[in-house]
């Protein structure tokens, strides 16, 4: 947690909280209310999908708090896009000294309860990993099996992509906008433009020794 300019900072022992909604539409009336019954002092807020990772108001709250803090939240939910990322949180503060409170989950790490809850959650979240990790690997060997090929080609070999490539080029055609033509991506035409042009150079080479 940030120490940083602790002189400017009330005395260790505040109650923090973070909010967070869906879309503008939403309200945070109610879990402001809640957190203010639950008397916290200071708040920090996002509105976005919890999917998304850039969240700044939890960004600052994380780097605001310090050990001694509590952070308050409305539902454990609020800090994370998914259970690995809301445990990950979790563990950042717990580790850092920080106490953590979600007034409907019913869940208060300063106490043992509320400690061994959190200890549930982080093997749920363990297992989940280990769950996304066995998927992956599975369906990459399905894919595999299947004769899909994973990574970039060693070589450019597409004669009518080169060809089309070229001629866009010629008539003013942007490097975007080739590739998104040619369902390529920037690097993979510039190899196209690199490869055919060495062609015609040794081409050029050949025709002058002969």
Do not use: C
């Not at 998104?180 to 433009?193: C, D, I, M, P």
């Amino acid at each position: 947690m940030s120490h940083e300019n602790d002189v400017d900072r009330n005395p260790v022992g505040q109650r923090i909280g973070y909010t967070r909604v869906s879309t503008i539409a939403q309200t945070l009336a109610q879990q402001n209310d809640a957190l203010a019954k639950a008397a916290v002092t200071k708040m920090f807020s996002d509105i976005m999908s919890g999917g998304r990772d850039d969240r700044p108001g939890l960004a600052e709250l994380m780097a605001y708090v310090r050990e001694g803090d509590t952070v308050v939240v409305w539902k454990l939910d609020r800090l994370g896009r998914n259970t690995l990322h809301i445990l990950e949180t979790v563990k950042a503060l717990t580790n850092g000294g920080v106490t953590l409170v979600s007034v409907t989950d019913g869940i208060d790490s300063s106490t043992p309860a509320g400690r061994m809850m959190i200890g549930v959650l982080g093997s749920l979240a363990e297992y989940e990993r280990e769950l996304v990790k066995e998927r992956t690997a599975l369906k990459r060997a399905s894919s595999r099996a299947n004769g899909t090929r994973f990574g970039r080609p060693r070589k450019v070999g597409d004669a009518e992509h080169i060809a089309t490539a070229r001629r866009m080029k010629a008539d003013g055609h942007s490097a975007k906008d080739i590739a998104k033509y040619l369902g390529v991506s920037r690097a993979t035409l510039y190899r196209y433009l690199v490869d055919e042009e060495a062609a015609d150079a040794e081409a050029g080479r050949l025709t002058l020794a002969v």
